[in-house]
């Protein structure tokens, strides 16, 4: 099996744009559809046709090309069942735990709630690739919009047992202000001052900061390690349940 080859690319102002592609069977996704023309740009220098739109969830800024590309391709709309009537063009729906497969790559769905009710993200099992869009991203994680802190806890916890060294794409270019915020929450964690000084350089010469990997993120993410003893003391909560202190993280980083 041919590896699967992947595009990155900006769409609005922070979003990402990524093309996923399998050259045995010319079979190409689109992950979300942030914004038509950088998506057509992409697909037009690679030589390639948008067969499939995965959607993770239904704010306009990652389904706003939906319907163009739909109209252009006619690919196939994928997206969460639990958002189905937001999703524009919405061919089939997923729910937690299904699975489906990309010519011979199998795509598992896990349905991760909190930035919205429905939110999923697709992971490419033997590829080791994971698209979490809103809700895992480099150094931090989604606003909560839709469902509570605890919900989100717990969705975090379905990717943080995936193996580490999946790659994670994620839906926004956040990651600068989420190291300066991390370290804020856990400034004696010498990986993250590392990888902070990494962010900077890469940031001021242009660079993304996609991917990550799941095991970098468990060892400098703060909203995964709501159980680190040394978080805990920062925060003065070391009696708190592990919802109690993400709780408190996300709280400070809206307020960042």
């Not at 004696?188 to 996609?210: P, Q, S, V």
Request: proline share 5%; net charge negative.
């Amino acid at each position: 099996m041919k590896p699967l080859e992947l595009d990155v690319f900006l769409c609005r102002t922070d979003n990402f744009g990524v093309l996923v592609h399998d050259p045995e069977t010319g079979f190409t996704a689109a992950i979300d559809a942030p914004e038509e023309a950088p998506i057509l740009e992409a697909a037009t220098r690679r030589g390639w046709k948008i067969t499939h739109i995965f959607t993770t969830h239904h704010h306009t800024d990652h389904v706003a090309a939906n319907l163009a590309l739909k109209e252009q391709f006619g690919c196939e709309i994928i997206g969460p069942i639990n958002e189905a009537i937001a999703i524009p063009g919405l061919d089939r729906t997923m729910a937690d735990g299904d699975s489906f497969l990309f010519g011979d790559h199998t795509i598992n769905v896990i349905e991760t709630p909190g930035h919205t009710a429905g939110h999923i993200c697709y992971h490419f099992v033997d590829d080791k690739l994971l698209f979490a869009a809103d809700t895992l991203f480099a150094l931090g994680c989604g606003r909560l919009f839709e469902r509570p802190a605890a919900d989100m806890w717990h969705s975090l916890q379905k990717l943080a047992v995936l193996p580490d060294e999946t790659a994670i794409y994620f839906g926004h270019e956040y990651t600068l202000s989420n190291a300066r915020f991390a370290l804020t929450v856990d400034p004696g964690n010498e990986r993250l001052k590392g990888r902070a000084a990494e962010i900077e350089a890469l940031r001021a010469d242009g660079k993304f900061t996609i991917p990550t990997t799941l095991g970098l993120e468990k060892e400098t993410n703060p909203f995964l390690r709501a159980a680190d003893p040394a978080i805990r003391r920062n925060l003065l909560m070391e009696g708190k349940t592990n919802e109690e202190v993400f709780a408190e993280i996300r709280k400070r980083k809206d307020n960042f």
